[in-house]
């Protein structure tokens, strides 16, 4: 190759080099930014969502016509009214669960498994703590909510008097008659022998679903499963939701802080 040639071969490469050089900063910021705009999407995709379970919508929505006890999800459900209805039968078709497995449940405790029933159907503000499972009859359950200490306390003192024979409903049920009996060799007892603390009941009776907190009402650190809308009152959960999405490591927010990094690493020495 001639001289001449090689020079201007030469040029060229120089060229093409500072303008990689060039390039670099703007190539990190890009990155820093796609990541940042990852994450907002990734706490935003927790919030206002519906469990992919057997009985809720695919979005939430307004319902309106919501029975009793789960009206105040009405503005925004991830049940419908059917559903809400259905929650409030003593052996409802949603589950073929009875509450009367050991006589019957009085109706100071049951308000309370009615209420958990219309936040577990309903509420569109479970999102970071929803986690995936391999089940028959649902793809996705919530794991480890941390309800309100007031919720928690108040359910276990109102079904202080009532008899139960397990203290986790989500398995080993008699199902041989369609409904759920207390399998052989499990007595009935008080619920304060069964769960002798609230944290007990709580934690335990659906498989850590809920999480027992020392929070209060109103902090913003905890779901509450009993509250009022309308009239100036606003579900006081969607605040809760965002505050998890946001810190807590339930979110999926934390799955992005390792390219956060190698981007960060890559304007530094782009610099």
């Not at 304060?192 to 335990?204: G, I, K, R, Y």
């Amino acid at each position: 190759m001639c001289k001449c040639v090689k020079r201007v071969y030469t040029v060229v490469t120089l060229q093409k080099k500072i303008l990689c050089l060039q390039c670099r900063p703007i190539m990190g910021w890009i990155l820093i930014w796609f990541f940042a705009a990852s994450v907002t999407g990734a706490k935003d995709s927790v919030l206002n969502i519906c469990m992919n379970a057997k009985h809720q919508k695919e979005k939430p929505g307004k319902e309106g016509a919501m029975y009793g006890q789960c009206a105040p999800w009405k503005d925004n459900s991830c049940c419908r009214a059917n559903t809400s209805e259905e929650a409030h039968n003593d052996q409802s078709n949603l589950y073929g669960f009875n509450w009367n497995h050991c006589g019957i449940m009085s109706d100071n405790c049951k308000k309370h498994f009615i209420q958990d029933t219309c936040f577990y159907e309903c509420s569109p503000n479970l999102g970071p703590w929803i986690q995936p499972i391999d089940s028959s009859w649902r793809k996705e359950r919530i794991l480890d909510v941390p309800l309100c200490k007031e919720d928690c306390d108040t359910w276990w003192q109102d079904c202080k008097q009532d008899y139960t024979c397990k203290s986790n409903w989500h398995k080993g049920w008699d199902w041989s008659t369609g409904s759920n009996r207390c399998p052989e060799n499990a007595p009935c007892v008080k619920f304060t022998d069964m769960f002798p603390q609230p944290s007990d009941l709580c934690v335990n009776i659906w498989s850590n679903s809920y999480k027992y907190s020392t929070y209060t009402r109103g902090s913003g650190r905890c779901m509450q499963m009993w509250f009022n809308v309308g009239e100036g009152q606003e579900n006081p959960n969607v605040k809760v939701a965002e505050f998890y999405a946001k810190n807590s490591g339930h979110g999926p927010s934390n799955h992005f802080a390792l390219p956060l990094l190698v981007a960060a690493q890559f304007l530094k020495w782009a610099i």
